[in-house]
């Protein structure tokens, strides 16, 4: 698997929102997605879920457009959205084989079984999600997104509103997911960038400022500043 981007823009009317981004990755990398609030992370991201068009330029997964791929790629892609939508009212097994139904996997029981104790949801599997506390109903989200084994995973904020010890629990959980797979990654908990990402993709004002090996920036926050400002 790969994603390519080439010269990929996007604009809202007259508002540009990226412009120009190239970039190439590969399986076996975990990589950060950053940039301040406003830089065109958000649309990057639609444009590879194939949610919107670019106005110019391309993003293709091996060599497909998201767009005219959309079911046959989906499968291949397990989201955690920012917010984590999440049903609330519904069990936590329930949720996972209402999804597992429209993903159609096959041995269905057994791999929520096996979701459930990678992502440490053994005790509390059997409430609402409702009744979890963030910590838990963030597993739920990232249970859901690797419950059909994608092969991309793309995790916006995956940690925001977690303590410490549960944000420790959830990369170490990010970690173990890396092999063979394209990990995106979007914080801005740089700390934690650094202890997780293999490389960073910067972006400011919609466009690449920095695509690097994250061994060869020696202090994240500062460096994000520099670029950024
Ligand atoms: P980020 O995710 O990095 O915060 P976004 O991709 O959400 O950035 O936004 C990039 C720019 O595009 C911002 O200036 C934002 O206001 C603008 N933008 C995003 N979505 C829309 C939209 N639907 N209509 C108009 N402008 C938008």
């Given amino acids: 698997m790969f994603i390519e981007a080439i010269n990929l823009s996007k604009s809202y009317g007259k508002q540009s929102a990226v412009q120009n981004l190239t970039f190439h990755l590969e399986e076996g990398q975990i990589v950060g997605f950053l940039g301040p609030n406003g830089a065109g992370k958000s649309t990057t991201l639609k444009m590879l879920l194939g949610l919107i068009k670019p106005s110019s330029g391309s993003v293709t997964i091996d060599g497909k457009d998201p767009q005219e791929q959309e079911i046959a790629l989906k499968k291949q892609i397990g989201y955690l959205a ?82 410490p010890n549960q944000r420790d629990e959830i990369r170490t959980l990010i970690k173990s997911l890396q092999k063979d797979r394209i990990i995106l990654f979007s914080s801005h908990i740089l700390s934690e960038v650094e202890a997780i990402c293999d490389r960073v993709l910067l972006i400011h004002e919609g466009k690449l400022v920095t695509d690097s090996p994250l061994k060869d920036i020696k202090n994240l926050e500062k460096f994000f500043k520099e670029k950024t400002n």
């Fill in 82 to 163: 920012e917010n984590n939508p999440l049903y609330p009212e519904m069990y936590v097994r329930e949720f996972l084989a209402f999804i597992g139904n429209i993903h159609q996997i096959t041995n269905l029981e057994s791999r929520i079984q096996e979701v459930i104790e990678w992502v440490g949801l053994e005790k509390e599997a059997h409430k609402k999600i409702q009744e979890l506390s963030k910590g838990y109903q963030q597993r739920v989200g990232i249970a859901l997104a690797i419950l059909h084994d994608p092969k991309i995973l793309i995790l916006d904020e995956p940690t925001s509103g977690l303590d």
